[in-house]
Nanobody
Framework: QVQLVESGGGLAQPGGSLTLSCAAS????????MAWYRQFPGKGRELVAQ???????NYADSVKGRFAISRDNAKNTAYLQMNSLKPEDTAVYYC?????????????WGQGTQVTVSS
């Protein structure tokens, strides 16, 4: 079983920065894809950014040029550096990882972390 633990959310001012982290634990052999999603009140989750095992990244248009996703394979950890934050970035952010643990494919989510952008 894989567990994902997120950290780094909180309150930021418009134009400010925050860094989210998501650490995976368990008998992990490989993590093919790490991703961050966000969910606005009353809405479904939307993809913010993803990174594959080769380091290729993909971003939602709304965050391109402001957010950066990265990964530390040795630590099974994903990061989301968020710069130039806007009030419309306010949401609950979830990490998602897809890979192999104990010989079985997994596709798991973190518990979510609140990001609030407000002056």
């Amino acid at each position: 079983q894989v567990q994902l633990v997120e950290s780094g959310g909180g309150l930021a001012q418009p134009g400010g920065s925050l860094t989210l982290s998501c650490a995976a634990s368990g008998r992990i052999s490989s993590i093919n894809r790490m991703a961050w999603y966000r969910q606005f009140p009353g809405k479904g989750r939307e993809l913010v950014a993803q990174i594959d095992s080769g380091g290729s990244t993909n971003y939602a248009d709304s965050v391109k040029g402001r957010f950066a996703i990265s990964r530390d394979n040795a630590k099974n950890t994903a990061y989301l550096q968020m710069n130039s934050l806007k009030p419309e970035d306010t949401a609950v952010y979830y990490c998602n990882m897809y890979g192999v643990a104990a010989g079985v494919w997994f596709n798991d989510w973190g518990q979510g972390t609140q990001v609030t952008v407000s002056s």
